[in-house]
């Protein structure tokens, strides 16, 4: 059929990149902030603004914006408990250019919460990108790679709840929206 961009633009509804994250608190979020600037100090790069930290459990891509409603409803074999995550770890990949903060020991449940997200967006034909879980926050990108000086300090992060967000890719960085966050049950 025969139809001018607009038009076509019109008729289709559209895709949005999205991804499942953990989302941090104002006090995790200010504590991750202030170790990204520290590694800034060493590592160079571009810092991930403050309000864009988050750390990804599964990433989707672009969707057409009619699926979003079957994203906005995990089934309940998706959840686990609430977890306790402790960000002791801090480093850079030569490969990619990313300094990141992470966790030295994964709890299963953050473990069990990405398989499930997995398990669950597989199943439901999304296709997503073959990489083993390596739960990391991104602090600081185009980093050189060198050795920090020493460990990170401890950041306990209680985890109750996970989240939708889109992105917006753009030149300086990508500009992240919650869509929607899911509690976890705490205390089993
Ligand atoms: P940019 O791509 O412009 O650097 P970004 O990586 O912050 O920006 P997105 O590409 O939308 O933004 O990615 C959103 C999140 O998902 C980021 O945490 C990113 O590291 C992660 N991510 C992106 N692609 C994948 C992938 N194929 N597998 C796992 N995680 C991914
Ligand atoms: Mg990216």
Do not use: C
């Not at 979020?29 to 403050?50: C, I, K, Y």
């Not at 969707?63 to 801090?90: K, Q, Y």
């Amino acid at each position: 059929m025969a139809a001018g961009n607009g038009v076509r633009q019109a008729l289709s509804a559209g895709t949005q990149r999205v991804f499942f994250a953990l989302w941090p608190g104002a006090r995790v979020r200010a504590e991750l902030a202030q170790a990204a600037r520290r590694m800034q100090r060493v590592l160079r790069g571009r810092r991930t603004r403050d309000d864009s930290i988050h750390l990804t459990l599964a990433f989707i891509g672009e969707v057409d914006v009619d699926i979003l409603p079957r994203l906005l409803a995990p089934p309940a074999g998706v959840f686990t408990p609430a977890f306790l995550l402790t960000l002791d770890n801090w480093g850079s990949w030569e490969r990619n250019g990313i300094g990141w903060a992470a966790p030295s020991r994964i709890p299963d449940p953050l473990r069990d919460l990405a398989a499930n997200l997995e398990g669950w967006l597989r199943g439901a034909g999304f296709e997503l990108e073959l990489r083993t879980f390596a739960p990391h926050v991104t602090l600081v990108r185009k980093a050189q790679y060198a050795p920090l000086p020493d460990s990170m300090m401890r950041i306990a992060w209680q985890v109750n709840e996970f989240a939708l967000i889109h992105s917006q890719l753009a030149p300086d960085g990508a500009r992240y929206r919650m869509l929607r966050a899911w509690p976890l049950k705490r205390g089993a």
